[in-house]
């Protein structure tokens, strides 16, 4: 993924959330957590570790929650 396409997104714990929720409802249910920090802080390993399909996921997670933001 190219880094400026994100430049402007939203990185509130609203949207972190959303995207998480997003994320995690399209992923195998190995990737999910059930506590909020944990997502948060899975959302943070994504960036990082996960494979090519889980950043596939969330890049669409962020593509769909930087589009319609809830605040
Ligand atoms: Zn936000």
Redesign the pocket.
């Known amino acids: 993924m190219q880094k400026d396409e994100f430049s402007d997104v939203?990185?509130?714990?609203?949207?972190?959330l959303?995207i998480a929720s997003y994320s995690l409802n399209r992923l195998p249910t190995g990737y999910v957590a059930s506590h909020q920090g944990e997502i948060l802080i899975r959302i943070r390993e994504f960036e990082t570790q996960l494979k090519v399909d889980a950043i596939s996921t969330i890049t669409e997670a962020i593509k769909t929650?930087s589009q319609n933001?809830?605040?």
Do not use: F, G, I, S
């Not at 939203?10 to 972190?16: G, K, R, S």
């Open positions: 939203c990185t509130c714990e609203t949207c972190l959303d929650v933001p809830r605040h």
